[in-house]
């Protein structure tokens, strides 16, 4: 599915390029659920926002292959790019509340999926979020981050993507609903074959929904590590 190959991910400043990346090189498959474990400041949003190029080029240079599907996408036109992350990349950010536009309502963006209003209705009750009578009416200033934070994952997963990347997706839950999270993740890449790839601080959670572990440190990943299910 994906071949990630980063010789390096600098900074670009007037006097200097401070490096963010380097050397890290590794592969995601279909029917996986990846974790990158690492602190504050190892690198973790850098590199997954290198993924699909959500980083800004005047601000980055950026010496890296990263193919999708045979494609790489830091070679495709801004067009093409744009039609991956519709359809097929899917990206939960850890500050929900601020990736929603606050002029909209939350009714703008489920309408926007190609999905029945059962399985819509399903995905809500089974994250504890209110009926889409209640929550199709509010805006995003109008929730907390930890319900935005479900809302985002919802609609993530309704739109049944390829790759599914979560930044810090327990953040802003608390433990039942990371349990909730646990659980849906690892049947929705058992029943989409698609794949999930997380950035946490969380260990505990990381061991229960991973299938592979790495850990970010100072710029550089570890190889992936298979986890024995007991």
Same mark, same amino acid.
């Given at each position: 599915? @994906?071949?990630?190959?980063?010789?390096?991910?600098?900074?670009?400043?007037?006097?200097?390029? *401070?490096?963010?990346? !380097?050397?890290?090189?590794?592969? /995601?498959?279909? +029917? #996986?659920?990846?974790?990158? /474990?690492?602190?504050? +400041?190892?690198?973790?949003? &850098?590199?997954?926002? &290198?993924?699909?190029?959500? /980083?800004?080029?005047?601000?980055?240079?950026?010496?890296?292959?990263?193919?999708?599907?045979?494609?790489?996408?830091?070679?495709?036109?801004? &067009?093409?790019?744009? %039609?991956? %992350? *519709?359809?097929?990349?899917?990206?939960?950010? =850890?500050?929900?509340? #601020?990736?929603?536009?606050?002029?909209?309502?939350?009714?703008?963006?489920?309408?926007?999926?190609?999905?029945?209003?059962?399985?819509?209705?399903?995905?809500?009750?089974?994250?504890?979020?209110?009926? $889409?009578? $209640?929550?199709?009416?509010?805006?995003?200033?109008?929730?907390?981050?930890? @319900?935005?934070? %479900?809302?985002?994952?919802?609609?993530?997963?309704?739109?049944?993507?390829?790759?599914?990347?979560?930044?810090?997706?327990?953040?802003?839950?608390?433990?039942?609903?990371?349990?909730?999270?646990?659980?849906?993740? *690892?049947?929705?890449?058992?029943?989409? %074959?698609?794949?999930?790839?997380?950035? &946490? !601080?969380?260990?505990?959670?990381?061991?229960?929904?991973?299938?592979?572990?790495?850990?970010?440190?100072?710029?550089? /990943?570890? =190889?992936?590590?298979?986890?024995?299910?007991?």
């Amino acid at each position: 599915m @994906m071949s990630v190959s980063i010789n390096s991910v600098d900074i670009i400043n007037e006097n200097h390029n *401070k490096r963010i990346l !380097q050397n890290i090189s590794f592969k /995601l498959d279909t +029917g #996986n659920v990846y974790t990158i /474990l690492g602190k504050n +400041g190892s690198g973790k949003s &850098t590199l997954i926002n &290198t993924l699909s190029k959500l /980083l800004d080029n005047s601000i980055y240079n950026i010496d890296a292959s990263i193919e999708f599907n045979g494609r790489d996408l830091l070679k495709l036109s801004y &067009t093409e790019l744009l %039609r991956i %992350r *519709k359809e097929k990349i899917k990206y939960v950010f =850890q500050d929900s509340v #601020n990736s929603f536009d606050a002029l909209k309502k939350f009714d703008y963006y489920f309408k926007m999926l190609n999905v029945s209003e059962e399985e819509c209705a399903e995905v809500l009750e089974y994250f504890l979020l209110p009926s $889409k009578e $209640k929550l199709f009416k509010l805006y995003s200033y109008e929730v907390s981050g930890g @319900m935005a934070q %479900r809302i985002s994952i919802c609609l993530a997963i309704l739109s049944k993507p390829e790759l599914l990347i979560l930044d810090e997706p327990t953040s802003a839950i608390d433990i039942n609903i990371s349990n909730l999270l646990c659980n849906k993740l *690892k049947e929705f890449v058992y029943e989409q %074959r698609s794949c999930v790839l997380l950035i &946490t !601080q969380d260990i505990d959670f990381a061991e229960h929904v991973s299938d592979y572990v790495a850990h970010l440190t100072n710029g550089n /990943l570890s =190889q992936f590590v298979k986890l024995s299910k007991i």
